[in-house]
Each structure stands twice: as C-alpha cells, then as structure tokens.
C-alpha cells in the first residue's frame, strides 16, 4: 500500500459512484472495479426496439437533498410526474389528486371515492407535519412502528389506506403490507411535498451516467468482479490485484454478515397502439387481491420512450408472484382491462424480476458516523442498506465516506 495507489472502490452503484464523484472533486486518484458490464448497479435503463426500459420503474425525487448536491437536474432533462394518481377499484377509475400542490386536481378529487373528506383533511395536515420536520428529525423518531399502524393511528379510513396508501407506498416499499418502518413513509411523504417525481428523458440510467462523467472511462474497470479483498490489494476473479490506498467496499454482497434480505418485485413491460389512459400520473391498483400494484403510461410522461405511433406502459407486481395457472402477463392485462382501455392490444416487451431490489431493514437511519462505515485500517464500506432504500441514502453513505478520506489527508 503506497499513497500514490488509487483509492479502488468495489461497486459502480449510486453509492460508490457518489463516493469517486467527491473524491475526484477533490483531486483524488480513484479506481472502480464493478461485476457487471455496465455501471449504476440498481438503477439501469435497457434499450429494446425504441423502447427505454428501467429495469424496475423507479423515479428521482427532486427534493432529495443528495441529489442535489451532485446533479444537474436540467442536464438530465427530466420529466416529472403529475401529482396524484390515477386510482384503479371496485367503482371504477378515479383520480386523486395531491390537494396541497396540485388545487386544480383537489376539485376533481373533492368528488373520488377513494377517500372520505376526513382523509383528504388528514393528508393536509400530514404534509404540513412532515414539512415542518426536518430529515435528520424523521430519521432520529426513537420509536421506529410500521407504517401501517402509524395511519391507522393517524385516523386514516380503511378506504384510502386501501386505495391510495396501500398501492402507492407498496409500489415505492416494493411491498403492500406496508411493514416498512414510518420514518419512511415520513421521509417519501416529505420528499413528494417539497418536489417532483422525475425520469430522465433518457432514463433513469442518465443518473448514474452523469455522475460517472467526472471520472475518466479508464478508472471504471467492468466486467470486474472482485472475489477477495485484505488490507493491502484486492483480486478480481481473473486473479488480477490491484493495490489501493484506500479501499471503499460498495457493495454488501462481499462482507461476511453484511447483506441484508431484500424485497423483490416483478417489472412488465407493454407495447399497445392505445393510450391506456390519458393523465399522465401514476396508476394505483386500489384491488388488494390484485396481482399487479400500480402502472405507468411511460410515453404520457415522454412520447420519446417509445417508438412513434406506440405507447410504453410499465407494470410493477411487488414481491412473490403466485397465481393459480394463470401467466403473470394474463393475469396482470385481465386486471387491467376492468380500467384501461383495450388492453387486448398489449404486447409484452420485456419482463424483469429483481430479486434484490431494496434491503428490508430493522432500523432505518439518515446519517451514520465513522465507526458505522470504517472496516479496517483504510478500509470503509458505503451502500444505501447502511442507511434506508434510496437513491438518498446510497449517495450519502458514498459522500460521507469519501469525506472522511478527504479529512483524513
Ligand atoms: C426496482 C427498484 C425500484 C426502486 N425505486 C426507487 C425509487 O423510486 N426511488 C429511490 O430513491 N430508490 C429506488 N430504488 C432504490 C435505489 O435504486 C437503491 O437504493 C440504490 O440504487 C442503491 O445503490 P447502491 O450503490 O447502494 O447499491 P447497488 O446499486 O446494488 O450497487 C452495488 C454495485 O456493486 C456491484 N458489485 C457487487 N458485488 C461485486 C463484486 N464482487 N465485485 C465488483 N462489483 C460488485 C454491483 O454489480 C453493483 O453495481 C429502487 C430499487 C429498485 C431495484
């Protein structure tokens, strides 16, 4: 180990990438060894026929104060979501709107049934509450509950937790029981009030991509994987060692102990002629018996994500999927026909099942000190599982270890 080695880094996720971006900032020699033939780990865009698909439908929230700090949002030419949601149930389809940011929308809610007046008064007075907290505030409540019981004991009726809360948190927690711990909730909550939900108009991938452009291709090594690590070199599994001068491990996947269980969802892609629906704001499957949780007309957020003429329609199916005999792509287009247009005209592009897709955590955190990211002399670990699922969290645990080694001298 000689301080003119690179500092290497195992993982071109959001999180070491965000680490190499402040280290680079500050002048620093970095190396980054990723597995897989492409850099951003979770979050990557695949292209099928003039179709842009993320593998999973995730959105940025312009809000997040880690974005922020490193993107450059006009750059990304982002298109943001409608707030409120289309909501899909057992009358029909309704629109829901965000009464706080979107007053035109809250007319028209005024009048869903997918929640009572009382609801509608109680999401107010929550996004006023979750607005006046700050994150560290959220994060640091001592008594971590479900979010689940926390609406419950906020007063929320059963008919917007089931149509509203249920399938929009369960499309961001990946899972519809809504076990995920409230600060969460807070936290996505906060976040919707005070910004948008975005996707690039290249797709998600341009996020990681951009990030990356500080760095000179040559300093990302993929293909990659590294299969043992010490406190002087690590070895990739074509028995090449790199020496390091500081050693970032962004990735769990290699520490004893250190990878959490995962929630997993299911992501389908469809072609038709047809707009589903016209609004561009994101469906909610309000059926709790229902296979498939929410879906995207992705080509009302951006005609570019699909080829002319054709729409792109993403669906998401979170967690384990059982349905009696019937294809995951029947069940999911007979459910969808009771609230979309012609859905006979549905062609499947590309299914995706992401079985590691954010870690299921016992207590979830925004901030973390050296002690909780240092594994050794030199030696430090980053990734969002250290901290919650997100985009936020992954890039924070890449800053405040690259600050550290930037303190360190
Ligand atoms: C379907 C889905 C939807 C999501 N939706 C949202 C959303 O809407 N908003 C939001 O904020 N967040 C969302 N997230 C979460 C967000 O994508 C993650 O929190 C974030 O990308 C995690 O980044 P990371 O760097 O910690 O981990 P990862 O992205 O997992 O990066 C780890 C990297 O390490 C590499 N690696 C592993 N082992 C090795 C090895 N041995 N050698 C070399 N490299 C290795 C991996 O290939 C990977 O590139 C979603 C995630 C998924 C999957």
């Known amino acids: 180990m000689a301080s003119s080695d690179p500092i290497v880094i195992i993982g071109a996720g959001m999180a070491g990438l965000t680490a190499a971006w402040y280290l680079k900032k500050n002048g620093r020699n970095v190396r980054i060894l990723e597995a897989k033939k492409h850099i951003g780990g979770r979050v990557h865009t695949e292209f099928k026929n003039g179709f842009t698909l993320d593998r999973g439908f995730q959105v940025l929230l312009t809000a997040y104060p880690e974005a922020q700090r490193v993107l450059d949002y006009e750059a990304l030419k982002l298109n943001t979501f409608e707030p409120g949601a289309v909501i899909f149930g057992d009358k029909g389809r309704t629109f829901l709107g965000d009464p706080i940011r979107y007053p035109k929308g809250a007319i028209q809610s005024a009048f869903s049934w997918a929640a009572s007046l009382k609801d509608k008064l109680l999401v107010r007075r929550l996004t006023n509450d ?58 996505v909550m906060k976040m919707f009030a005070e910004g948008d939900a975005v996707i690039p108009e290249g797709g998600m991938t341009e996020i990681p991509k951009q990030i990356a452009s500080v760095l000179p291709k040559e300093d990302i090594l993929l293909n990659t994987k590294v299969v043992h690590y010490n406190d002087k070199y690590v ?80 669906v998401s ?36 099942t992401i079985k590691e897709a954010l870690p299921k955590l016992d207590r979830l955190r925004n901030t973390l000190d050296p002690d909780d990211f240092t594994i050794g002399k030199n030696t430090y670990r980053c990734g969002d599982y250290l901290l919650n699922g997100s985009l936020n969290a992954a890039m924070k645990t890449g800053r405040l270890v690259a600050e550290e080694i930037i303190r360190k001298g």
């Not at 961001?172 to 600060?183: C, K």
């Not at 969802?265 to 018996?289: C, D, H, V």
């Not at 287009?333 to 979309?340: H, K, M, T």
């Open 130 to 187: 979750v607005k006046a907290m700050d994150i560290d505030e959220i994060f640091a409540l001592k008594t971590q509950i479900t979010t689940i019981k926390y609406l419950v004991e906020y007063g929320f009726s059963d008919k917007i937790i089931t149509h509203f809360f249920r399938p929009f948190f369960g499309g961001i927690f990946l899972e519809r029981s809504l076990d995920t711990l409230h600060p969460m909730f807070l936290f």
């Open 235 to 314: 070895e990739d599994d074509n028995n090449n060692k790199y020496n390091f001068s500081h050693l970032i491990i962004a990735t769990p996947a290699l520490l004893e102990n250190g990878k959490p269980e995962y929630q997993k969802t299911t992501q389908l892609y469809f072609s038709s002629k047809l707009k589903p629906y016209n609004r561009n704001a994101i469906g909610l499957n309000g059926m709790p018996n229902n296979a498939f949780n929410n879906l995207a007309v992705m080509t009302n957020l951006h005609s570019g994500f699909a080829p002319e003429g054709q729409e792109l329609i993403s």
């Open 317 to 352: 199916v979170p967690g384990k999927i059982s349905f009696g005999g019937l294809k995951i792509k029947d069940q999911v287009i007979q459910e969808a026909l009771a609230y979309c247009r012609n859905t006979h005209d549905w062609t499947l592009i590309d299914k995706y």
